[in-house]
């Protein structure tokens, strides 16, 4: 069975900083998918980014880009110049692409960004 | 497109009565989710639609939870008798053949309390 960790219950950062946050998976499976998801205080879940496994270029889009290591099985997401709206719960996602296409979350990272 | 709609927004309900959830996937999109969030247990996945035919179901908790799929367009999550352990956000989900059911579009969730 897959395991998703996220290892930071909560994290902080100074607007206009950098941040990191951490995930790591478990799994056999050689034909899968990574996300982050961002839940604000709304609640709605919003993909942040997408990373195929297969892909060995690291995923970006604008501020938010990832740390894609196989080996390690680590997925750790950088958001960089943090803006007040990056306030939110972030979850790691795993999806087993030859399965279903269900996904398994982390127990997520509160991430506050201080003005 | 509206993106998906789930119904109601917040439910309140004394213990033993039965509940219904309602969910309109994105138009097109051909695999349907549904999702509880708790603190306890974070996000998971409850049961997963393929074409309207459920694929995956374990982890509905126990018989008191079904969920049905009459058609493309809706699907219903019912709890009966609801319990005051039922109390969550349930998401709804849905992801179609343009991005290979790989990105997951979800609805704004029910908050359910069960008193």
């Known amino acids: 069975a897959q395991t998703v960790t996220q290892s930071q219950p909560e994290m902080s950062v100074q607007e206009a900083e950098t941040v990191t946050l951490s995930c790591t998976y478990d799994?056999?499976?050689?034909?899968?998918?990574l996300f982050w998801y961002k839940q604000p205080p709304s609640r709605q879940m919003i993909l942040v980014i997408r990373q195929e496994a297969y892909k060995q270029q690291n995923a970006t889009e604008n501020r938010f880009s990832v740390n894609f290591q196989k080996a390690a099985k680590s997925f750790s997401l950088k958001i960089s110049d943090s803006q007040l709206g990056d306030t939110a719960m972030y979850f790691c996602a795993f999806m087993n692409r030859d399965s279903s296409y269900k996904l398994i979350f982390g127990s997520g990272t509160r991430l506050l960004v201080r003005p | 497109d509206a993106g998906v709609i789930q119904s109601p927004r917040h439910e309140v309900t004394e213990m033993g009565q039965e509940v219904t959830l309602r969910c309109k996937p994105i138009s097109g999109h051909n695999s349907l989710f549904w999702y509880r969030q708790t603190m306890m247990r974070g996000l998971e996945l409850l049961i997963y639609?393929?074409?309207?035919?459920?694929?995956?179901d374990s982890g509905m908790p126990e018989d008191r939870f079904s969920a049905k799929m009459p058609n493309a367009s809706f699907s219903t999550l019912k709890i009966q008798p609801s319990e005051p352990r039922d109390s969550a956000v349930y998401f709804c989900a849905s992801s179609g053949p343009l991005h290979g059911n790989t990105e997951a579009f979800f609805g704004q969730g029910t908050r359910l309390t069960v008193v």
């Open positions: 799994t056999s499976e050689s034909n899968y998918y």
């Open positions: 639609f393929n074409n309207n035919v459920p694929i995956d």
